[in-house]
T-cell receptor, first 116, second 112 residues
Framework: DSGVTQTPKHLITATGQRVTLRCSPR?????VYWYQQSLDQGLQFLIQ???????AKGNILERFSAQQFPDLHSELNLSSLELGDSALYFC???????????????FGPGTRLTVL | LAKTTQPISMDSYEGQEVNITCSHN???????ITWYQQFPSQGPRFIIQ?????VTNEVASLFIPADRKSSTLSLPRVSLSDTAVYYC?????WGQGGKLIFGQGTELSVKP
């Protein structure tokens, strides 16, 4: 158990709909990252938040948005869903960076999204 | 971030030592080398990280030659539960606005 929680575990919805995925980072971790994993694209970085502010952006679609709240939990909003958005969505968290070395990211169990 | 190249798949048997080599010819001076493990339908899990020479923890060892253009993850005496995908990543200061770039990874299959 990494200490990162994600809800829901599974989500089935229809094309055109909007969903919200939730992530609670490990206690004390300030950074939250979102990743998408699909069979054809592999594991893709979407976006990072650090202490409530957006810090880095990957190949996140305009239909997708995220935010990190004052209590450090994060939500990923996916709208106008398409069949191709079906994937596993992972959240990861990491502690405040100490100088000189890279952060270890701790991944949650993921949310499996199925768009029908 | 430096590009990495690893074998797509490897097979092994229980009790054997497995070595997975990753090439990163364009590694920068500040880059660290990190390995993650991922089981099906689970999030990746950090295994080990190093900068140079050798690093060992309770799970694996990481060998990095002097030129740092490659690295080898060594898993001693693998078991069936080590069947997973192993990712090699190279980069620096990911926590400060960085991101993890996952390649294809190496799918390790351990057989009885």
């Amino acid at each position: 158990d990494s200490g990162v929680t994600q809800t829901p575990k599974h989500l089935i919805t229809a094309t055109g709909q909007r969903v919200t995925l939730r992530c609670s980072p490990r206690s004390g971790d300030l950074s939250v990252y979102w990743y998408q994993q699909s069979l054809d694209q592999g594991l893709q970085f979407l976006i990072q938040y650090y202490n409530g502010e957006e810090r880095a952006k990957g190949n996140i679609l305009e239909r997708f948005s995220a935010q990190q709240f004052p209590d450090l939990h994060s939500e990923l909003n996916l709208s106008s869903l398409e069949l191709g958005d079906s994937a596993l969505y992972f959240c990861a968290s990491s502690p405040r960076v100490t100088s000189g070395r890279t952060d270890t990211q701790y991944f949650g169990p993921g949310t499996r999204l199925t768009v029908l | 971030l430096a590009k990495t190249t690893q074998p797509i798949s490897m097979d092994s048997y229980e009790g054997q030592e497995v070595n997975i080599t990753c090439s990163h010819n364009n590694i920068a001076t500040n880059d660290y080398i990190t390995w993650y493990q991922q089981f099906p339908s689970q999030g990746p899990r950090f295994i080990i990280q190093g900068y140079k020479t050798k690093v060992t923890n309770e799970v694996a060892s990481l060998f990095i030659p002097a030129d740092r253009k490659s690295s080898t993850l060594s898993l001693p005496r693998v078991s069936l539960s080590d069947t997973a995908v192993y990712y090699c990543l190279v980069g620096d200061k990911w926590g400060q606005g960085g991101k993890l770039i996952f390649g294809q990874g190496t799918e390790l299959s351990v057989k009885p």
